[in-house]
C-alpha cells in the first residue's frame, strides 16, 4: 500500500484518487448489492431443491436411496447445458481416469450387447485375453458361473475388471463349438494402445493409425516416427478416422511434431479464470518438413480436430476424406464429492485461423448426436462470417467440423458400402466367421482344434471363401441380396480379410493389407505432389500468415 504521505507530497494526484475511491466505492455497492442478489436466488432455489427431494424420498410409492435421487438431479441440471457436459457417478469417473490415463487391469477387450449377448468386438494384442485364445465375435456366455445373457456392458466390465493378478472365470460360446469352453483369465494391466497401425507402404510413404488422445499419445507418436524416420520416411498418412479425441495437451504436442516453433495450434476463450489460452508450438520439431496427408471422417473429433484444424490452417498438409464431427467445446473435469465427477464446458477452442468448428446443436442433442449415423453431404451451408483463410490465403470456414480439402465419403474404413454391407459389419458378421479359421502351431483357446481351417499370410479371399462366408450369413439368419452383395463385393473381400488377418496375424499386418483396398487411404495417396506444391508455396512466403482474430 502507497503511504499517506505521499499523496500529500503530490497534490496533483489527489483528485485522481479521490475519484477512484468514490467510484470504487459505488461500484463496490452495485456489485456487493448484485452479488448479494444472486446468493439470495441461490438459496431460494436451494431450498426448492430441497424441499422437492425430501417431498419425493419420503413420499414416493417406492422407497429411494437418496444418493440415486441427488445423482439424477445432477445429471438433469448438466443435461440441459449442452450435448458435451456431463455428471459422472464414482464409476463412470474412474473410468473415464482410466481412458486418459491409457490403462487398467482387466482383461484386454471391449465388449458391447449384440442380440441380448455380451460380445467381444476387440482386444489389445499381448493381453490376457489375447493371450488366451479369445477373438473378436466371442460370446461370454457366463461370468463366475453365472449366465450373462441379458446383462448390460457394464454389469459384465464391473465382474470381469478387478485387482491386477486376480482371476475371473468365463465361458466362452463360439461359432463351430457346441460346447461352452471354460476359461481362468488371469487380469492384468492393460495399456491401452493409441496408435493401431504404424508401417512404411512403399519407398518413402508411411502410414500411422492414431486412434485416439490418453496421456501417452505423444509419447507413443514420437517413437514411431523415429523408427520410421529410420526407415526412410519422406511422407507421412496420419489416420484421425473415428478417433474421438482426449487431453487437450496431448492434441497441442502431437500438432508440434508437425509445426514449426511459434505456430499457432489452437486458442481457447471463456469467462472463468485462465480459460482465455494462446497455445503455440514451443519445441522445434524434426518432422516440420515431412510432407503430410491427413484422413479423417465424420467420428473424428475433439483433439484430433485440433490436430486437423491447425495442420490445414498453416497449410503444412492436405485434409482427406469427411467433414469432421464437429466438437469445439472444452470440458474442465472436476473431482467432486465422494469420488464423483464433473465434465463441464467451460470454453470454446478456435483454429489458428479464428474458426470455431462447433456444429450447432438441436434442443434435445437427437440431432447432433446422430450426425455421425446420417448420411454427409459434400457441401454444407456457409456464410461469410464463417469464412477465415489459411496461411496460404486458402478459404475455410468454422461452422461445423473440419471440411477436409479434398472430401471423399468412407463411414467403414474408408468404405462407403451399403445398407446391406453396413448390416454385415455392424452384427460382427466378418469377424465371427473369421473365428473358423486358425494357423499352424498356434497353441491358444480355438487355434488348435482339428476342426479349424488352417491359412497362411498369403491367403487370397477368392470367390469359394466368398461363398463359404454368405453360407455362413445365411446360417445366421440373415437374408442375403444379391443385388447389393454384388455392388459391395471389394467390401466384402477385404473385411473378411481384415478380420481373418486380425485374429490370425495381428492387427498391424491387417491394418497393411486393408490400405491397399481402403478407397479413402488410396485416394489420399494420390495426393502428395499436389501436398508438396502447397507446403513450397508456404516456405517461399506467399499469402499471409494466420493468427487470432
Sequence with gaps: MVPFSAYMRRYSFLSGAVFIVIISALVGGVYGRSLLETQNRLSRSLRIF????????????????SERL?????????????????????????????????????LGITITVINGDI?????????PAYRQGIRRGDVIARIEGESASDWTSDQAVKVL?????????????????????????????????TILGSFMLKDSTAYIRLRDFSEITDRDLYDELKKLSEQ?????????????GGPLDQAIRVANRFLERGDLIVYTRGRVQNADQDYRATKKS?????????LVNRNSASASEIVAGAIQDHDRGLIVGETTFGKALVQSIYRISHGAGLALTTARYY???????????????????????????????????????????????????????????????????????????????????????????????????????????????????????????RSQRVKIDMQLAKEDDVFIRTMIRYDIDLALFGVKEARRRMIAEDPQAKFALSLFSEAEKLTKKVAEGLGSPVGVN
Design 50 to 65: 430441497t424441499s422437492a427431494l425430501a417431498a419425493v424420498q419420503d413420499n414416493y410409492v417406492e422407497e429411494l436411496e
Design 70 to 106: 441427488v445423482y439424477g438431479a445432477v445429471r438433469g441440471v448438466v443435461q440441459t447445458l449442452d450435448p458435451h457436459s456431463s455428471f459422472m457417478d464414482p464409476k463412470s469417473y474412474a473410468q473415464l481416469r482410466e481412458r486418459q490415463e491409457g490403462r487398467y487391469y482387466g
Design 119 to 127: 460380445t467381444v468386438v476387440a482386444l489389445f494384442e499381448g493381453s
Design 161 to 193: 475388471r478387478g485387482p491386477r493378478g486376480s482371476s475371473v472365470k468365463i465361458s466362452i460360446r463360439r461359432q463351430g463349438y457346441e460346447e461352452l469352453v471354460e476359461l481362468e483369465v488371469e487380469r492384468d494391466e492393460i495399456q491401452i494402445p
Design 232 to 244: 526412410g520416411m519422406q511422407r507421412l498418412l496420419l489416420d484421425l478416422r473415428d478417433n474421438p
Design 286 to 294: 524434426e518432422f516440420s518438413d515431412l510432407l503430410l496427408i491427413v
Design 351 to 473: 483454429t489458428p485461423s479464428g474458426r470455431l468448428i462447433q456444429r450447432p446443436w438441436d434442443g434435445t442433442f437427437d440431432e447432433y448426436l446422430t450426425y455421425s449415423l446420417r448420411d454427409q453431404s459434400d457441401e454444407l451451408p456457409r456464410s461469410n462470417e464463417q469464412l477465415k483463410y489459411t496461411d496460404a490465403g486458402r478459404k475455410v470456414f468454422g461452422g461445423g467440423g473440419i471440411q477436409p480439402d479434398h472430401p471423399k465419403t468412407g463411414p467403414i474404413e474408408g468404405f462407403n458400402p451399403t445398407k446391406f454391407g453396413r448390416l454385415l459389419y455392424a452384427r460382427q458378421l466378418f469377424a465371427t466367421y473369421a473365428q473358423k479359421f486358425s494357423i499352424e502351431n498356434d497353441t491358444r483357446f480355438g487355434m488348435d482344434a482339428t476342426d479349424r481351417e488352417l491359412l497362411d499370410q498369403d491367403f487370397i479371399v477368392d470367390t469359394d471363401m466368398v461363398k463359404d462366408f454368405f453360407d455362413f450369413v
